[in-house]
């Protein structure tokens, strides 16, 4: 909701009744200051986590008003307790079909909010320690997905270059620089469509293990794999990606078997018959 006010261009001043409602706050200033201040500032967020934390508390607001029988004006910081939380979470994974992954993200969001109001509102502390316990569920990590070099190749050949949609053009600093067929910002859901598009195209013109599916967040890993096999040091991959710490980045360094197996090989001098001793 808060990503569509923006994109709509709507004065957020006149919405923040409506959103503090459903952020189950006692007044406007709190989600303002929620929102503006401790998120971006305090905690350091940007645009596109408060969105996402946003959207955290639309789902819960959901499930409170389907399934508890809490509607989202009547829900107070008291009613969102450590038991609800736990259902609210089993209902992402049971009936949403959330990956542990979503189930951790969305759990994440309300942690910060509940730490928030901790501060906020001392007399909620012992309320809030008790979601702050609440810990994180373990989930088997995927292998990493991006893009061979081959494949990225493919995928680029893919558009019309002879369209207007395929050409590169030029703009103004303060013009958006991809617009979709209605003159208008791509969304994700966009951007995935069209890189699927490509994709398929890619694979029916017979290029070998084009994924079936793609995001466009395997372009940054892609990316990233790509600067790595090419002999780049893993600090300026880290600063590329806007990564804080390099333990992070490392991932991509996991993830290559063939580039491990390569270092452990010339790494490993198998002694000569005569250094053996006898």
Known sequence: MLQKW???????HTKLPLLSTYMGHKNIHSTTKYLTVYLPSVHGVKNNTIYS???????????????????????????????????????????????????????????????????????????????????????????????????????????????????????????????????????????TYILQKYADSARNQGTADMPEKITPHWLRHSKAMHLLQSGVNLVYIRDLLGHSDISTTEIYARADENMNLETLTKAYNNPADSETPS
């Open 53 to 191: 934390y946003h959207d955290s508390f639309l789902l819960l607001m959901e499930y409170c008003r389907d399934y508890e029988k809490l509607p989202p004006e009547k829900i107070t910081v008291s009613h969102l307790d450590r038991n609800l939380i736990f259902r609210f979470l089993d209902w992402l994974e049971n009936e949403r079909n959330c990956k542990v992954s979503t189930r951790n993200h969305r759990l994440a969001s309300i942690r910060s909010f509940f730490a928030y109001v901790a501060v906020e509102a001392p007399e909620y502390i012992a309320h809030c320690q008790k979601i702050l316990s609440v810990l994180m569920k373990k989930a088997q990590k995927s292998p990493l997905k991006y893009l061979t070099l081959e494949h990225t190749k493919a995928l680029l050949t893919q558009p019309d270059r002879t369209t207007f949609y395929g050409k590169s053009v030029t703009v103004n600093r303060n013009e958006l620089l991809f617009l979709n067929k209605q003159k208008k910002k791509f969304t994700r859901c966009g951007i």
């Open 6 to 12: 923006i994109a709509e261009g709507a004065d957020l």
